[in-house]
């Protein structure tokens, strides 16, 4: 256990449903990233908090997703009309300040069928 | 572009070898290097940082950081079977919002 906890651990669902991924930081990190991984390829950035604030969104990032952290806390990523293509490995991860490495929660695992 | 490269393997080395891995990065900025191991279906464990040039030892395990070059690299020492993984370069910029750019990883096989 990292400290980073994320929720589900795997999600299967049909083309077109939406999604949506939890993920719970420790609680004195208020730096929160999001990142998508897929097989043979390292972590692709995705989007970064600051507290509450999204201070930045990669162009990876579609009008289908959407990310928030209410209160600087938790933070949910939402997938809309997923699509086949979506199907890999969604990390949340934290930091203390930005010189640090990144502690990663353990991952949502979504496979769109 | 910022380009983070690695070869992504696999390296083969027998126990109680070293095992070397490499990485090449793009942007000149680059200030802060990391290495992650990454265990067949978890999430990346951070392993080493490095900031200067030179080497940093950690245990077992050394990162080795030439700017000039634009590489960094990683020894593991007397590797052993759970050593085997991916391991992942991480590279991030001096300026702007400090976001690192992750290679592909190197998978690393110690046999017996």
């Known amino acids: 256990d990292t400290g980073v906890s994320q929720n589900p651990r795997h999600k299967i669902t049909k083309r077109g449903q939406n999604v949506t991924f939890r993920c719970d930081p420790i609680s004195e990190h208020n730096r929160l990233y999001w990142y998508r991984q897929t097989l043979g390829q390292g972590p692709e950035f995705l989007t970064y908090f600051q507290n509450e604030a999204q201070l930045e969104k990669s162009r990876l990032l579609s009008d289908r997703f959407s990310a928030e952290r209410p209160k600087g806390s938790f933070s949910t990523l939402e997938i809309q009309r997923t699509e086949q293509g979506d199907s890999a490995m969604y990390l949340c991860?934290?930091?203390?300040?930005?010189?640090?490495?990144?502690?990663f929660g353990s991952g949502t695992r979504l496979t769109v069928v | 572009q910022k380009e983070v490269e690695q070869n992504s393997g696999p390296l083969s080395v027998p126990e109680g070898a070293i095992a070397s891995l490499n990485c090449t990065y793009s942007?000149?900025?680059?200030?802060?290097f990391f290495w992650y191991r990454q265990y067949s279906g978890k999430s990346p464990e951070l392993i080493m940082s490095?900031?200067?040039?030179g080497d940093k030892e950690d245990g077992r395990f050394t990162a080795q950081l030439n700017k000039a070059s634009q590489y960094v690299s990683l020894l593991i020492r007397d590797s052993q079977p759970s050593d085997s993984a991916t391991y992942l370069c991480a590279v991030k910029e001096s300026g702007g919002s400090y976001i690192p750019t992750f290679g592909r990883g190197t998978s690393l096989i110690v046999h017996p």
């Open positions: 942007d000149r900025g680059s200030q802060s």
């Open positions: 991860a934290t930091l203390p300040g930005q010189h640090y490495g990144y502690t």
């Open positions: 490095i900031y200067s040039n």
